[in-house]
């Protein structure tokens, strides 16, 4: 059974992509079978993988608007790569008129569980399934999320990445109330740290409160942290707290 997990921030310029094809490309050298899944509109992770104009030809409208009946059908979309376990589906330009397209079916049904309910028919072909999504909240993201099991966050080290992160987490519960779902927040990562920065520091020891910081130098300093909700909740609310009380823990 595939696990899908989508990177997911609605601020651009977080390496968002870039830790998309990074992922894809440990977990591959590790031996899993890997999907890595393009749906930002920019292609930047499909031309990394030299795939500049192969999605363009492809009906998207099928894959996410519609119940295919064939694994064959979904299979038709994805293409492999040069590197070894490592398939994708690539994006296209056509995405940005999809997102109208899945509004109108969205107004008559549940038309962001199509998606959800094509990959599943790959559910025996890939250990993981990583979506690099569009950096704007739309309809297109709205189906990834509701395809995946966990969602995964890099934010760079400013004050602009929390208002983003509590809007997933809405976004989060709603879908999982609408429809049922068990849509997990598995963590988040930041990326592009100056770790000399006053305001990098201050996160840092306010997130080690939490659990541990796990850090590595893959393209760069990054740490990463794997908190809950509730926690980076309050974290962010209140970014000058050097403890945290009982009740939020």
Do not use: W
Request: net charge negative; proline share 2%; aromatic share 10%.
């Amino acid at each position: 059974m595939s696990e899908i997990i989508s990177l997911i921030n609605e601020k651009g310029g977080v390496g968002k992509s870039s830790s998309a094809i990074s992922i894809a490309q440990i977990l591959a050298i590790s031996g899993y079978s890997i999907l890595l899944i393009d749906l930002d509109p920019q292609m930047n992770t499909s031309k990394m993988f030299g795939k500049n104009d192969e999605g363009n030809a492809k009906d998207y409208e099928q894959l996410f608007c519609k119940k295919l009946s064939k694994k064959s059908e979904v299979l038709d979309y994805i293409s492999q790569t040069d590197y070894e376990n490592i398939s994708i589906l690539c994006a296209s330009r056509v995405l940005n008129s999809l997102i109208y397209k899945i509004y109108d079916e969205s107004k008559e049904s549940n038309v962001e569980l199509c998606f959800k309910y094509n990959l599943a028919l790959l559910k025996d072909d890939y250990d993981y399934i990583i979506i690099d999504n569009s950096p704007f909240k739309s309809y297109l993201t709205t189906c990834a999320m509701c395809a995946s099991n966990k969602i995964i966050t890099p934010i760079c080290v400013d004050n602009f990445s929390y208002d983003g992160l509590m809007s997933l987490f809405d976004t989060i519960e709603e879908l999982n109330q609408k429809y049922a779902l068990s849509i997990e927040f598995a963590g988040m990562f930041m990326t592009r740290v100056a770790g000399r920065t006053t305001l990098y520091k201050q996160m840092y020891e306010v997130m080690k409160i939490c659990l541990p910081i796990y850090e590595g130098n893959a393209q760069g300093r990054i740490s990463a942290c794997i908190l809950q909700q509730d926690k980076i909740r309050y974290l962010f609310q209140h970014q000058n707290a050097v403890s945290l009380p009982e009740s939020a823990l």
